[in-house]
């Protein structure tokens, strides 16, 4: 796996070590001495990781995480701080400026290429869904509110053998508001993690003899639970393990005898990512149904029918009603055109609740209508359409103190063998313009001549 990553120190030969490291594993390099130097490249040079020093003149480390997260240009990048300082204060005041993770000098490679792997698992996902959210916001569609930074609230299953530990941790994890369900092994966390959804995950390495490393794999296996994060509890010399543990795909560590505000630290940051991911997915979510949905009706757009019809045409066949509001234009100049939307939803909805769940109705522009269903007999098609025409004219549409009389005209078309999504419409089309010029308010079947021609 390959990236970019930043190396920021203010000693050259400390550079050149990691530099030479990380060239030899084909990572790409860029060196920085000073913060303001970090600050520039993390800026003009998009890094998918940034190796940062915490003891440097001027502008330390933890100034310069600082300033990265508070960037949103910057903010998304792993930030790994590398000190000498073994003081766990220092530690957890690097995670509170929003590091991802320490290292301590000298560097142990086997443990940095680790963290790299599973620290660009994440940032590509994270990535992922923030290019497609930028996308969707070019477009128009605005992102949902940044989520909280408080994690109260939030579900963690603590799944370790020692019951007195289990306590301990839980009440450590409580004071930052996280509602915690405990699990004393493999089995009873595998099924609280079927049964429940959990913000995070916080699994002991020695659970059932070491099977720790097996829940967690399971987990990466599982769509349901492969972006929860997961927090392994170690012991000391449990290193090959939870270096396996990235690779596999857990997120971070905490080493036993654990710091109460080092776990705190790494849980909330473990959290925050989830949800910053979460509000991620759902803008994609969001402007993917916004991209596919008419604005007024709530129904699917010409986008989104037309490609419905492809699928079904590529399938079984199709059957395609095209539907048009009988003088509308009359409806719009004499009440006005707040009145004609009124019209509109009304007939949306109840085209919508007299069709299953399977048809697809999307309005198509202006006062036109489709249904798109598969193969249907044309004699079926036929009762279906005239379902929807008494659902329409029976029942006048009321706007404000006005009851308006509404019909609509549909022309019925069954595919033929290789039709096409615009040979289909054409004949639809045709039947709809003959069902207009007898007198409106009727269904018209496409015939086989209908195929042969377009209305004038």
């Not at 595998?190 to 390495?205: I, R």
Request: proline content about 4%; charged content about 25%.
């Amino acid at each position: 796996m390959t990236a970019r990553v930043l190396v920021v120190d203010d000693i050259a030969a400390n550079l050149k070590l990691l530099e030479a490291r990380l060239n030899a594993e084909y990572y790409e390099v860029a060196l920085a001495n000073s913060g303001p130097e970090a600050l520039r490249l993390a800026h003009s040079w998009s890094p998918d990781v940034i190796l940062l020093d915490v003891m440097m003149p001027g502008m330390d480390g933890y100034e310069v995480c600082r300033h990265l997260k508070a960037s949103p240009l910057t903010s998304y990048i792993p930030v790994v701080m590398i000190t000498a300082l073994v003081d766990q204060a220092e530690r957890v005041r690097g995670l509170e400026a929003g590091a991802d993770d320490f290292l301590s000098k000298p560097v142990d490679h086997a443990t940095l290429f680790a963290r790299l792997r599973a620290l660009l698992r994440t940032k590509q996902v994270l990535d992922a869904f923030r290019l497609r959210a930028e996308t969707a916001k070019d477009l128009g569609f605005e992102p949902l509110p940044d989520p909280s930074r408080s994690v109260a609230g939030a579900h963690a299953l603590l799944a370790t053998e020692d019951e007195a530990e289990a306590m301990t941790l839980s009440s450590i994890l409580a004071q930052d508001g996280i509602v915690v369900t405990r699990a004393p092994d493999v089995n009873a966390a595998w099924d609280c993690l079927l049964q429940e959804e959990f913000d995070l995950a916080v699994l002991s390495l020695w659970l059932n003899d070491g099977e720790g490393l097996r829940l967690a794999s399971r987990m990466r296996a599982q769509s349901s639970m492969r972006e929860v994060p997961v927090l392994l509890i170690a012991d000391t010399d449990q290193r090959h393990q939870v270096l396996r543990g990235f690779d596999i795909g857990a997120n971070d560590h905490v080493l036993r005898p654990v710091d109460a505000n080092e776990l705190r630290a790494r849980a909330r940051n473990q959290i925050r990512r989830r949800r910053y991911q979460e509000r991620l997915r759902g803008d994609l979510q969001r402007s993917l149904e916004l991209a596919v949905t008419d604005s007024l009706t709530g129904l699917r757009n010409r986008r989104y029918v037309t490609r419905h019809l492809e699928g079904l045409l590529r399938a079984s066949g199709a059957t395609l009603l095209l539907i048009d509001v009988d003088r509308f234009k009359t409806v719009n100049d004499t009440y006005g055109h707040v009145a004609g939307d009124a019209v509109l939803k009304e007939v949306a909805d109840r085209l919508r609740m007299h069709l299953r769940a399977v048809d697809v109705v999307a309005r198509f522009g202006g006062e036109e209508f489709v249904v798109a269903m598969a193969h249907q007999p044309p004699d079926d098609a036929g009762l279906v359409a005239e379902r929807l025409r008494l659902s329409i004219c029976d029942v006048p549409i009321r706007v404000g103190d006005r009851s308006l009389d509404v019909s609509i005209s549909i022309g019925v078309a069954v595919a033929m063998p290789e039709c096409t999504v615009e040979t289909l419409a054409a004949a639809a089309d045709v039947a709809l313009y003959r069902a207009k010029a007898k007198g409106r308010n009727r269904v018209e079947l496409a015939g086989p001549r209908d195929w042969e021609r377009r209305p004038a």
